[in-house]
T-cell receptor, first 117, second 110 residues
Framework: GAVVSQHPSRVICKSGTSVKIECRSL??????MFWYRQFPKQSLMLMAT?????????EQGVEKDKFLINHASLTLSTLTVTSAHPEDSSFYIC?????????????FGSGTQLSVL | GEDVEQSLFLSVREGDSSVINCTYT??????LYWYKQEPGAGLQLLTY?????DMKQDQRLTVLLNKKDKHLSLRIADTQTGDSAIYFC??????????FGTGTRLQVFP
């Protein structure tokens, strides 16, 4: 089946630095990628939807200048957490959408655990 | 707005059946999904159901949908310790944008 690679799986950074998370679709072209955030013991929250070659669409309450999303190609989307603070510590998951049958419609990365000190 | 709710925790004995419940508010939902999340990992799609279906069975998994009550359930037959994880239901309306439930932590004990 289709595979989505997310990197890094875990990152620890100092407050004030920026962190980039990559999401790659390895064997298919993903016209749309999604970025989710998960707080401990809570559900996944959609942060933004990114389409290749266009600006990302952010969900209400998500700061677009804080969470920069770039979808430069059909196989790569990046999320950059700028000037990270401890409250940005969370589990971030990307997903990539194909246009084949529904059963293989959406594939998720393995997630990135971000810890901001 | 859209809201999807689940009970937080379920504990079952190995070999028994597990039933995880989910309620949603958006009556225009077209697809409903069940995902499994193991510790520190991403999400794995387990199964899905179209909103015009009442039931779907896939090996040990049975999904029941009561559209009138906006209630979705996932039954896992012969639950094993490897089934211990967090299970999320999710809904969507003709898009890839998913609205997730709060997640149910399933604990299977011997």
């Amino acid at each position: 089946g289709a595979v989505v690679s997310q990197h890094p799986s875990r990152v620890i950074c100092k407050s004030g630095t920026s962190v980039k998370i990559e999401c790659r679709s390895l064997d298919f072209q993903a016209t749309t990628m999604f970025w989710y955030r998960q707080f401990p013991k809570q559900s996944l929250m959609l942060m933004a939807t990114s389409n290749e070659g266009s600006k990302a669409t952010y969900e209400q309450g998500v700061e677009k200048d804080k969470f920069l999303i770039n979808h430069a190609s059909l196989t790569l989307s990046t999320l950059t957490v700028t000037s990270a603070h401890p409250e940005d510590s969370s589990f971030y998951i990307c997903s990539a959408a194909t246009r084949t049958d529904l059963n293989e419609k959406l594939f998720f990365g393995s997630g990135t655990q971000l810890s901001v000190l | 707005g859209e809201d999807v709710e689940q009970s937080l925790f379920l504990s079952v004995r190995e070999g028994d059946s597990s039933v995880i419940n989910c309620t949603y508010t958006d009556s225009s939902s077209t697809y409903l999904y069940w995902y499994k999340q193991e510790p520190g990992a991403g999400l794995q799609l387990l199964t899905y159901i179209f909103s015009n279906m009442d039931m779907k069975q896939d090996q040990r998994l049975t999904v029941l949908l009561n559209k009138k009550d906006k209630h979705l359930s996932l039954r896992i037959a012969d639950t094993q310790t490897g089934d211990s994880a967090i299970y999320f239901c999710a809904e969507s309306y003709n898009t890839d944008k998913l609205i997730f439930g709060t997640g149910t932590r399933l604990q299977v004990f011997p």
